[in-house]
């Protein structure tokens, strides 16, 4: 089985994430023009209660395999490796195979009572069965990701999203003639198809890796019975159940945080369809925009949690602390140059992207603590690795007690309304984040060097000033043409103050180009 080291991991996700997003903008764009804005309403309508019971089933389970993987392989105990990829695949394919059979048998019950258009109980149907496949490629990705070995999870993304693109459309036009509902059900099939072909490719991959993998002497392969089967459910669950309870924090968390913006808004005098409307701005104009980084975070994330696991198994505190660099820094660096010119450009940004200047302004308020974002994913995913998921959900749990007490004290007052909303969403992301720093740095003893913050800081000043005086100054008579020149020098400049700062050193960019060669070949 072919190991990564953490740079390479990463990178290999980061472009599987890139591929993906830009994928991704086909069946958005597309499939509008074959079912329209009601059929897309019945497709998305159950979404939100198949996202809760993915919690449920899967929740912590990936990230816990690939911690007690990773430490496994540290240890070359193979048997352990085996029990706990078994105990995994038993404990997620029984809760797939219990949840989907009562999504199906309850799905009348389900749609008459919990959505509001009852049309959605064809595509409720076509749903349920993806609880299952998820639940067996969630345990395969988690062991490939222990054995930090990015490819099988990076192909069964990139193969899901190209299945998932051409089913979506080739099933909504099939079913197009009989209705709209069986149209969003035909979307919905292309969705599990898509399912179903990722979980194809990891089987694949695993039965492969099973034959590839060198045959260990009996003496290396270690036993069950330092870690018993008991032992190792005990850890995985020890492990999962925390992570589990820190996602279902944050989706009550979200659901509560629609409810209560429209009630704070409607108390400001705001109208309940136009505070909808303002919310679904925020929701779905801003945070789009302010997440175009999170591949990168997310890539960092899932290769720093085995990373950090089989360094702290060997105790190499010195490895720990450089991969926790490492990551920092290059979520630091990355991300710098998006916020940058999300506060500098955000109204024409919004006028081009959705045609809505307006926006812009919470695009602004939210831009700076867009840096929060991109820190907070590598810091959450350290303390998982480091047996501190518990110390993640209450941070996680404090920061949504107070956003939620802002949003309903702040946005109720008129002179603020949906801002008071983004004011609150801003504390809770910094809150969080700085949560996070402290308890990794009261648990490993962390530091960053202030000189890196403020090479960063200093590169960001100048790209936006630079952004700023090409947008501002009227040298063309086209806003377009001087938004375009705006974000390719910004962008430029950016690159080469990174380069005169030293923000990316020889060796990174030595790693970058070895990879390179590597998937090229």
């Known amino acids: 089985m072919t190991k990564q080291t953490f740079i390479q991991g990463t990178m290999i996700l980061l472009a599987a994430g890139i591929v993906n997003r830009i ?18 309403g019945l497709y998305q309508m159950g979404y939100p209660f198949l996202i809760v019971v993915l919690t449920l089933v899967t929740g912590g389970i990936p990230i816990a395999i690939a911690k007690l993987v990773a430490e496994a392989e540290a240890e070359n105990n193979e048997a352990r490796i085996r029990s706990i990829l078994k105990i995994s695949m038993t404990i997620c394919a029984t809760l797939g195979l219990l949840f989907t059979a009562g999504c199906l048998l309850a799905a009348k019950w389900i749609t008459a009572h919990l959505f509001t258009d009852p049309r959605v109980y064809y595509t409720f149907l076509c749903m349920s069965p993806i609880i299952l496949f998820v639940s067996i490629s ?65 089987m694949s991959q695993y039965a492969a890796a099973r034959k ?42 979200y659901f509560l945080e629609s409810i209560l913006t429209v009630q704070s808004l409607a108390a400001a005098g705001i109208a309940t369809k136009l505070a909808t409307a303002q919310y679904g701005a925020l929701q779905g104009m801003v945070f789009p925009i302010l997440l175009l980084p999170s591949a990168l975070t997310y890539s960092l994330s899932v290769s720093l949690i085995p990373s950090l696991s089989e360094a702290a198994a060997q105790n190499d505190m010195k490895t720990i602390h450089s991969r926790l660099h490492q990551s920092l820094r290059l979520a630091l660096v990355t991300g710098a140059p998006f916020a940058t010119l999300m506060f500098v450009l955000a109204e024409p940004l919004c006028l081009y992207m959705y045609n809505q200047s307006d926006v812009g302004t919470m695009l602004k308020m939210m831009a700076p603590i867009a840096m929060f974002i991109y820190l907070q994913a590598p810091l959450q995913a350290a303390l998982q690795a480091l047996d501190r998921p518990g110390t993640a959900l209450v ?47 009261r648990l490993l003893k962390f530091r960053m060097e202030m000189l890196d913050f403020a090479k ?27 938004f375009l020149s705006a974000c390719t020098l910004g962008g430029g400049l950016y690159l080469l103050l990174t380069v005169v700062f030293r923000l990316v050193d020889k060796s990174d960019l030595l790693r970058i180009f070895t990879l390179g060669r590597k998937i090229w070949r």
């Not at 008991?230 to 996602?247: F, H």
């Not at 800081?457 to 100054?473: D, E, F, P, R, W």
Request: hydrophobic share 55%.
């Open 23 to 40: 994928l991704g903008f086909i069946p958005r764009i597309a499939l509008p023009r074959i079912i329209g804005p009601e059929g897309i």
């Open 138 to 202: 969630a345990v395969y990705r988690g062991y490939f990701q222990g054995r930090q070995n990015m490819i099988p999870t990076a192909l069964s993304q990139v193969v899901e999203t190209l299945v998932r693109i051409v089913t979506i459309l080739a099933f909504a036009y099939w079913l197009m003639p009989y209705g709209l509902e069986y149209a969003a059900a035909g979307a919905m099939i292309g969705v599990m198809v898509g399912e179903i072909a990722a979980t194809l490719v990891l």
């Open 212 to 253: 590839l993998r060198p045959a260990f002497p009996k003496s290396k392969i270690g036993s069950v019975a330092a870690y018993g089967r008991l032992s190792n459910l005990k850890q995985l669950l020890s492990i999962a159940v925390p992570v589990t309870g820190s996602k279902l924090v944050g989706s009550c968390s």
């Open 395 to 441: 941070n996680t749990l404090t920061g949504s007690v107070v956003k939620l007490t802002c949003i309903y004290w702040v946005a109720s007052m008129p002179s603020f309304g949906i801002l008071g909303v983004v004011l609150a969403i801003n504390l809770n992301i910094v809150l969080v984040t700085l949560l996070h720093w402290q308890s990794v740095v």
């Open 456 to 482: 960063v800081g200093a590169a960001m000043a100048l790209t936006g000033i630079a952004s700023y005086l090409v947008m501002s100054v009227p040298w063309s008579d086209s806003n377009l043409l001087r």
